[in-house]
């Protein structure tokens, strides 16, 4: 079944599919890189994920290939070190949150990356994100303060 709605234009009312409306709105949506403390902290439901699911809206979210392994390390970083107080199913369920979550993993110059990582001192997945910004010229939305810093520093666009 295919729904309709009526767009007013300067001319006459016209209708139009929203199956094709919505697939225009998402062509003209913004990209945006999401590093993995933002899908961390939506899929543990920390407080403010709110705040980031809405800074989301209408835009299409783009991460490095390495994006679900991190998420994957940082679960089982985060029960080791006692950060979280997760269960085994709270693991599970969080890293299935995650993965519901829409996102274009995209390839990385790895090189330059770890130039980054080299240059600013800091882990080479942070570079990752970092690099995914600079080269497809995107703003980088993070929970990470050192790494925002960073970015500014380099002269991308952050979303605070």
Known sequence: MS???A??????VRYYSVDKIISQ?????????????????????EPGYHALIEKT??????????????????????????RHQLTDKDIHLAYARSQRIPVRLVQIRIDEALKLAL?????????????????????????????LKIAKAMKITVME
């Open 7 to 12: 767009v007013r234009d300067p001319v006459a």
């Open 57 to 82: 809206l209408g835009k299409r979210i783009v991460s490095p290939e390495v994006l679900p392994y991190e998420i994957g390390n940082a679960l089982i970083a985060g029960k080791k070190r006692k």
């Open 119 to 147: 240059r600013w001192n800091i882990y080479a997945y942070d570079a990752y994100y970092l690099q995914c910004a600079r080269e497809n010229e995107l703003p980088l939305l993070s929970l990470d303060g050192n790494m």
């Open 25 to 45: 709105l998402y062509n003209y949506a913004m990209d945006i890189v999401a590093d993995a403390s933002t899908f961390l902290s939506v899929a543990l439901e």
């Open 3 to 5: 729904y309709w709605c």
